[in-house]
T-cell receptor
């Protein structure tokens, strides 16, 4: 079974631009979560989608948004990029609740904002 | 607020045993997970404890005490490849995972 895939793997943008990241979950997984990880930091939860609905949202500004498609693929968008948005963005898929404790992560998209 | 505390760094010798502690404070609690992340890689699932006690998976064991809001990950017969960051994550009442900041494990030969 193929793992979680994320595209692109690396991205360089400038301040003020916007970016869209993509995530394809493991086949059969309908729950997708997004995280931001900065050097030396834990994973900061962005949002979770299940069956095309946002089920949970972390404490991030409205510039961060996401969506999920009927095939469970998910995208996240960051508008008006700031230097502090430079980070590794991780997507994880899981089985539906209550078996959500095991999350399967993709390799991440490393975003650099100049 | 919700938070998890774990040491930022732990150093151990190859072949030895090391314990990484984690205390949590969450709104509701279903269980505690542990993940391993090598430099440049993605986190990978190691274990999950929903009930008090010890869960063993090969060289790795994880422990939970719900009354103490405390858990630990125990790594035995340390190998150089175990050098990585280890994260604990608590599942709150919304089934959302709340993550610790991670413990960097440094293993010396």
């Amino acid at each position: 079974k193929a793992g979680v895939t994320q595209t692109p793997r690396y991205l360089i943008k400038t301040r003020g631009q916007q970016v869209t990241l993509s995530c394809s979950p493991i086949s059969g997984h309908r729950s997708v979560s997004w995280y931001q990880q900065t050097p030396g930091q834990g994973l900061q939860f962005l949002f979770e989608y299940f069956s095309e609905t946002q089920r949970n949202k972390g404490n991030f500004p409205g510039r961060f948004s996401g969506r999920q498609f009927s095939n469970s693929r998910s995208e996240m968008n960051v508008s008006t990029l700031e230097l502090g948005d430079s980070a590794l963005y991780l997507c994880a898929s899981s089985l539906p609740r209550p078996n959500q404790e095991t999350q399967y992560f993709g390799p991440g998209t490393r975003l650099l904002v100049l | 607020g919700q938070s998890l505390e774990q040491p930022s760094e732990v150093t151990a010798v190859e072949g030895a045993i090391v314990q990484i502690n984690c205390t949590y404070q969450t709104s509701g609690f279903y269980g505690l997970s542990w993940y391993q992340q090598h430099d440049g890689g993605a986190p990978t699932f190691l274990s999950y404890n929903a009930l008090d006690g010890l869960e063993e998976t090969g060289r790795f064991s994880s422990f939970l005490s719900r009354s103490d809001s405390y858990g630990y990950l125990l790594l035995q017969e340390l190998q150089m490849k175990d050098s990585a960051s280890y994260f604990c994550a608590a599942q709150d009442s919304n089934y959302q995972l709340i993550w610790g900041a991670g413990t960097k494990l440094i293993i010396k030969p």
